[in-house]
């Protein structure tokens, strides 16, 4: 896949209305619906700032949560769940709805940037379609959540056709979301010129000049709990990486899967062969697979569960590995030590329960004082090193954990794919 798009700053904006696709699903509180954490809408800043620069009437848009565009659907859902359908009310559904409006959103926009955000009441309905109309250069529109479009996750081309009808120009700026192809990430640039925005454009540069011609030696970190879900990345990786960390629970799988004993361990038993395969890829490749070689391990998972230190990498009966031990640990930090690139995708535990979170922790810092180029990818690594006080350490943590994996795994990526090549 080329990597090598247009950016914002190849075309002309000037006077004219640009469609820009943001990702602003942020948290909310639920109670009061007020935004818990606003990075994403802070990522997206220089992108829009620079349009309003150049003088561009920008129309924002972005989803948010997983609405149920249909009342028919809404109903559905909620028989699934065991409601009466009979029951189920529109106003219910609407409300539904209500919860998940981009109003707040639009908002804390406005206090960021310093200027009004109009707010149109729907996507491509009559209200959206009259403001972006009369939307000026220098002004900045933001439609309703996206995904109140029953189209909008089916990449409908008559949603995307009337996206586009209100611009002249498309910006992709939600890495976030690039590794979907729906109609407000990629149809539209079936009827637009399409290039990317700042944000898009950094982690393509980071990102894919990490895997394409990274400063080595390039170790890759790969944690979290699912073998099953980092397939791809691991086959990709062992093309290139000179060393791979395998811990979380994915690295019971492994333990498996090399005769240990892994007791009531988080355990994919259908993907134990493809275990031993990358054990022998990585062989053969002349690629490091390091793999725990003690950990930690409780009774049961919970927060208030008594650690037990574990020797070698099996797990006793009746306990369950939980983080990785300080051998391991040592082991881990010495590879990362003289690397020149690592790629950080999962935590090596649990780490949101603090007896368990020494292994990421140890991680983290060992990173932060590697002196190499550092990327986390996303997701919960990302929420990790936010957490423990090494996010500025970082050369980069991306803001999108589902399309770095998948960029990873050598995915075309939909959102990327429909950008014009550079």
């Avoid at 206090?111 to 000026?136: H, T, Y």
Wanted: with cysteine; charged share 25%.
């Amino acid at each position: 896949m080329n990597y090598n798009k247009k950016t914002v700053k190849d075309i002309d904006v000037a006077g004219k209305k640009v469609l820009l696709r943001c990702d602003f699903n942020v948290p909310q509180d639920k109670t009061t619906g007020a935004i818990t954490d606003d990075k994403r809408i802070r990522a997206a800043l220089p992108t829009i700032q620079y349009l309003l620069d150049q003088n561009a009437a920008v129309i924002a848009c972005s989803h948010l949560g997983k609405p149920v565009a249909t009342f028919d659907s809404y109903v559905k859902k909620q028989a699934e769940k065991g409601k009466d359908p009979a029951s189920i009310t529109e106003e219910e559904w609407k409300k539904s709805l209500a919860k998940l409006s981009l109003a707040p959103v639009a908002k804390r926009l406005a206090e960021l940037l310093g200027r009004e955000v109009i707010m149109a009441a729907d996507v491509v309905g009559s209200d959206a379609q009259a403001k972006a109309a009369a939307l000026k250069p220098g002004q900045i529109l933001l439609l309703e959540n996206t995904r109140f479009e029953k189209g909008e996750t089916k990449n409908d081309p008559a949603l995307a056709k009337a996206m586009a009808a209100m611009a002249e120009v498309y910006v992709s700026d939600a890495f976030g979301a690039v590794h979907r192809a729906h109609a407000s990430t990629a149809g539209v640039a079936d009827y637009l010129p399409a290039v990317s925005g700042f944000l898009i454009q950094k982690e393509l540069e980071i990102i894919g000049g990490a895997l394409a011609d990274p400063k080595r030696p390039l170790v890759a970190i790969l944690g979290g709990s699912k073998v099953s879900s980092k397939i791809g990345v691991i086959n990709n990786l062992l093309e290139i990486a000179d060393t791979i960390i395998i811990g979380g629970g994915m690295c019971y799988t492994f333990a498996k899967a090399q005769g240990a004993s892994v007791g009531n361990s988080l355990l994919e038993a259908d993907w134990l062969d493809y275990c031993k395969e990358m054990m022998t890829k990585a062989q053969a490749k002349g690629v490091k697979l390091l793999l725990p070689v003690d950990g930690v391990a409780a009774k049961e998972f919970s927060a208030d569960a008594a650690p037990v230190a574990v020797e070698g990498n099996g797990i006793p009966d009746g306990m369950m590995g939980m983080d990785i031990g300080p051998k391991t640990i040592a082991l881990y930090a010495e590879a990362v030590k003289d690397a020149g690139t690592v790629i950080w995708n999962g935590p090596m535990g649990v780490f949101e329960f603090p007896a368990f979170a020494e292994g990421t922790r140890a991680i983290a810092k060992a990173l932060a004082e590697s002196g190499a180029i550092t990327i986390i990818g996303g997701g919960d690594s990302a929420a990790a090193v936010q957490q423990l006080g090494y996010a500025d350490k970082m050369t980069h943590i991306s803001t999108g954990g589902g399309a770095s994996l998948e960029f990873m795994e050598g995915k075309e990526l939909p959102g990327v794919a429909c950008l014009l090549d550079a």
